[in-house]
């Protein structure tokens, strides 16, 4: 339940006096529809009224605020596309004030010839004259102080304008209170911060251009509140975990030692780094929540199944849960292949086993006589049973909710906390992984198996097509296999789909029906039986829109070609890339540009080239875009920060972090006098899933 004193903060930007339907939809699409939303959209910029000059003093283009007497009116009568036109002077010059799609009646009553006026806005000179096209005030004389010295201009969208964002933003900010203090005492007195209401304000209220940057003291603040509410939902969370108690596994390396000396390699000193941090979580009293995170090809599985037979070396069961149908596949023969000629059982369910076959499955999983299972979501369905469930993976934890985690831990003994690993190749800058992951503790897989071929990546212009659509020919030809990934349109599935399918309809006509097409609306099960025909060869050309699964295996693929890239998230496009170069033939991947390129688009690409280490590729993304980019938003999984910006604010996060940590210490259930405050800070910032888990207080 949200706290009473923040109601008034979370009703709809409706209820602001000047805000109807319409405008409320507009504001909607730039900042959201509560006033909080508003208080939390900021000001980029100012716009400084001050600047009277006489008129003969203006010699290039800026902000004035000036009195002038108002002459003839030109175009009363005019038609057509010729603007309206008002001369105006003082005693030293003149200026014409221009007005497009004018209110005729509005400026005649407003501007009365003969009459004096104050008037603000942008005065331009045009072919040696004075204009001012719109004018953002027309007052009387008299009432100067109307007009803002210093206005702030914020983001704006489409139907709002400037006056208008800084007006309803200003009725806002009147809604807002003090509200009590969250932070400790010290660390205002250290930072020299002021409290969340003066610092809120003081943001709406820049008087010049630094102050609406990131690194001003009212910003940090209100950045700190909202990572400390991050911080502290995460860690309310993993303390809800971790409480349960957990097994103490340890490995008597009866079957893991095993399935090591029959690998057909040596393990990466990443991968035996990892292993060893699994092993210490297994062996300690409570549950494990790590992170394994590493790249595509990094060798995450093999960590998964040694950590899942620690399980099993303790008659325990252990389960890894996949995205997908065909990733669970996958894992299903990769892993029964490593196990071979070990005394285990390995099985596979999926949403696919249905009646009889699920049956017995079921009852074997019932009676532990199935050690390792792998499975999608059926492996937590209600009616699954396990004898003794103590381990478990997820795979591409970032396509799982926590409500999915929870509903798998349930599965595990009552009152036993299970241990969790989870497992993403999705590479999050280490700045970032406290934010994304700081309820877990993290193992990075940073090294690769060696005796990869790298993969030559080119950046080429769309416009050369033919040459592209000959070298696939070339290609494949000489037998390779390829996917042609179509351009991300906007956040809209519709428009990227028109895209892939003209590609796909493009090249049906050159190459027949060895091309294929996937994409995001298909049927799961048919997206599977195109995955597959082009895994078996089948199919030549893969075409699809970014749907194509993160882990999907074809090693015979080896060109990767990518339109549009310039539209990717790098971490998107090295995701993409990653699924060549996997055999050990040499692999191609290339990104496409459609119009000339910027600076950064080029900056971008060019590290495409230059790298294939995704933890490189991610930080080099985050200095040059924003952090919400960085991941693609469709797979970020990042928290959505209104006030913080990751890329500015990211040394705030171990601070917060360290600060959550202690307060829990001391106040487990946020009951004390900061407690409570605490509790507003996290219904403050939507982050209040965790005060559920918290004892009433
Ligand atoms: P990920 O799941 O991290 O994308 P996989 O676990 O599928 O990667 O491993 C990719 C490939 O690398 C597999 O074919 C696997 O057998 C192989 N592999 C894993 N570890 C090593 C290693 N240490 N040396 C050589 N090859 C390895
Ligand atoms: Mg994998």
Request: contains cysteine; aromatic residues 6%; proline residues 4%.
């Amino acid at each position: 339940m949200r706290p009473e004193i923040l109601y008034p903060l979370f009703a709809d930007t409706e209820t602001l006096p000047g805000v109807g339907a319409r405008i409320a939809k507009n504001l909607e699409k730039v900042a959201g529809s509560k006033i909080i939303d508003l208080l939390w959209h900021m000001p980029l910029d100012v716009i400084d009224r001050r600047n009277s000059p006489a008129l003969k003093d203006i010699l290039f283009d800026q902000i004035v605020t000036v009195e002038i007497t108002v002459g003839k009116h030109e175009g009363v009568q005019g038609k057509g596309r010729k603007p309206y036109r008002v001369w105006c002077h003082d005693d030293t010059g003149s200026m014409q004030l221009i007005f497009f799609h004018p209110r005729r009646d509005y400026i005649l009553q407003q501007l009365p010839e003969g009459e004096n006026r104050l008037i603000s806005g942008k005065v331009e000179i045009y072919n040696g004259a004075l204009q001012m096209s719109h004018p953002e005030y027309i007052m009387p004389i008299n009432k100067r102080n109307e007009i803002p010295h210093i206005e702030p201009i914020y983001p704006l969208t489409a139907g709002v304008s400037g006056k208008v964002m800084a007006r309803i933003i200003g009725e806002a900010t009147k809604k807002a209170k003090p509200l009590p203090e969250w932070l400790d005492q010290s660390l205002l007195d250290r930072e020299k911060w002021l409290n969340w209401y003066d610092a809120l304000i003081d943001m709406h209220h820049p008087k010049n251009k630094e102050d609406t940057f990131s690194d001003t003291p009212s910003r940090i603040r209100l950045a700190y509140d909202e990572i400390l509410a991050n911080q502290l939902a995460l860690e309310i969370m993993r303390r809800q975990t971790k409480k349960k108690k957990g097994r103490v596994m340890a490995s008597n390396d009866s079957l893991t030692k095993q399935v090591i000396d029959q690998l057909p390699y040596a393990l990466t000193n990443a991968q035996l780094r990892s292993i060893d941090e699994i092993k210490k979580d297994m062996e300690d009293p409570s549950a494990m929540m790590r992170l394994l995170q590493g790249d595509v090809g990094s060798g995450k599985t093999v960590v998964a199944l040694i950590s899942m037979l620690v399980a099993v070396e303790n008659n325990a069961q252990a389960a890894i849960l996949a995205p997908t149908e065909i990733l669970a596949r996958q894992h299903f023969d990769s892993l029964s292949e490593m196990t071979s000629g070990l005394d285990i059982n390995v099985a596979i369910l999926t949403g696919r086993d249905k009646g009889k076959t699920r049956e017995a499955l079921l009852s074997k999983l019932a009676k532990g006589e199935i050690d390792i299972l792998i499975g999608t979501h059926a492996i937590f369905q209600k009616d699954v049973i396990y004898n003794d469930l103590a381990m478990a993976v997820i795979d591409e934890q970032h396509r799982f909710g926590v409500e999915q985690r929870m509903a798998l831990s349930a599965k595990g003994k009552k009152g036993v906390g299970m241990d969790l690993l989870a497992m993403t190749a999705t590479p999050i800058p280490r700045t970032l992984t406290l934010t994304v992951y700081g309820d877990m503790d993290v193992s990075r897989l940073d090294e690769k198996p060696p005796g990869r071929t790298p993969v030559d990546t080119r950046v080429m212009s769309l416009t050369r097509i033919d040459d592209i659509v000959g070298a696939a020919r070339r290609a494949i030809q000489d037998g390779a296999r390829l996917y042609w990934v179509c351009p991300l349109v906007e956040e809209s599935e519709v428009l990227d789909l028109a895209a892939a399918e003209e590609r796909y309809r493009h090249l049906s006509q050159i190459f027949g029906d060895r091309v294929g097409l996937v994409h995001g609306k298909m049927k799961s099960k048919d997206k599977d039986e195109v995955m597959q025909r082009f895994s078996n060869g089948e199919i030549d050309i893969l075409v699809a829109t970014t749907v194509i699964e993160v882990g999907v295996n074809v090693p015979e693929a080896t060109v990767m070609i990518i339109e549009h890239a310039e539209r990717f998230g790098l971490s998107q496009l090295h995701q993409l890339r990653g699924r060549v170069g996997r055999g050990a033939d040499k692999s191609t991947c290339l990104l496409l540009y459609g119009q000339t390129l910027g600076k950064t688009a080029k900056a971008r690409l060019t590290i495409m080239r230059e790298t294939e280490d995704g933890f490189i590729i991610a930080e080099e993304d985050l200095k040059l875009r924003g952090a919400g980019e960085v991941l693609g938003t469709r797979q970020s999984g990042l928290p959505k920060f209104r006030v913080a910006s990751l890329e500015e604010h990211h040394h705030l996060i171990p601070m917060a972090r360290d600060d959550a940590r202690l307060i829990l210490e001391k106040d487990m259930d946020l009951t004390s006098e900061r407690g409570k405050n605490l509790r507003i800070l996290l219904y403050l910032f939507e982050r209040d899933e965790g005060v559920r888990y918290l004892n009433s207080g």
